[in-house]
């Protein structure tokens, strides 16, 4: 058997149009994506309801994925319908009440030159239970290290998709920003103003104005930061977007991080390692702890996609249906 120990409950896995058992699914070392990151992949939560589990914003996770698909020119062997049935039938075939999905699409096995002529795009779909993605005690807040190595650039790359060999960048500076004893990383932009996080997006607030950036500060315009805009703006707070400079987040009355994995989170301290020739001590933001605005944008948003909210009904595709 394989170890599932940080994939609680998964039990089979959707590859291809058919249902394997997680410990026996395979695939040849010599996958084209294995080798260069050529893949196109999604990060979707399902939650539990009144009514059974319900995915969150499930056909703006499935138009994003294939949109992803579209940037690696792919030619998706599975379509807009397909892929959402597929998803709703692996939560339902897993008996998941509360999960983490990630569709895949990859350049699977053919060749090995950069260009994957003879090698087909697959898709494999996954879900499994997945706690917080900071770790429990992220909602009482996060200590983040200020990334020397600046984000991925606008003109760089299509930064609407999200592409496996992309997310290096992610996992180098996620490791690094722990190595330094944060919790996770924050980018600058080759502008010198904040970006992101490796997956997620960044809000400050300040005299109760909340402000996130936007596409054009290279950030992946996140499905949760567009629902917390909108959450925000419903909840009668006045919300700004537009560029954030390093100084405004450490001036700021409180900062937060948005994400499907890591949801809402405080983010209460601050170790700017952006200028290696100018190492700085660790600095609270805010106050140094969870801000209220924060706390009741995290409230509203876990009543939301569990389906206490009425009016969101709209985010929700039910499992079961
Ligand atoms: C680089 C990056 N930024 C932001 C986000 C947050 O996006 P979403 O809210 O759609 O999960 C993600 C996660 O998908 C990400 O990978």
Known sequence: MIDTTNFPKAKVIWYQGKFHDWSEITLHSMTHALHYG?????????????????????????????????????????GQEE????????????????CYIRPLFFYSYGNLGLVPKASPAELVIAAWEWGAYLGEKASAGVSVYLMP????????????????????????????????????????????RIAEGPGENIFVVKNGVIKTNSRSESILEGITRTSVLEIAADLGYKTTVGPIAKDELLAADEAFFTGTAVEIVPIIKLTDGSDPADPKEPVALGNGRAGEVCGRLREAYLEIVQGRNSRYEKWLTYVSA
């Open 38 to 78: 050529t893949s196109a992949f999604e990060g979707i939560r399902a939650y539990p309801t009144a009514k059974g589990p319900a995915v969150f914003r499930l056909p703006e996770h499935v138009d994003r994925f294939l949109n992803s698909a579209a940037v690696i020119k792919m030619n998706p062997p599975y």
């Open 83 to 98: 892929i959402t049935q597929a998803i709703l039938e692996t939560v339902r075939r897993n008996e998941l009440d509360s």
């Open 149 to 192: 190595w600046r984000r991925v650039h606008i003109s760089q790359i299509d930064l609407r998709a999200k592409l496996g060999g992309v997310y290096v960048q992610s996992t180098i500076c996620g490791l690094m920003a722990r190595d330094k004893g944060c919790d996770e990383a924050v980018f600058l932009n080759l502008e010198g």
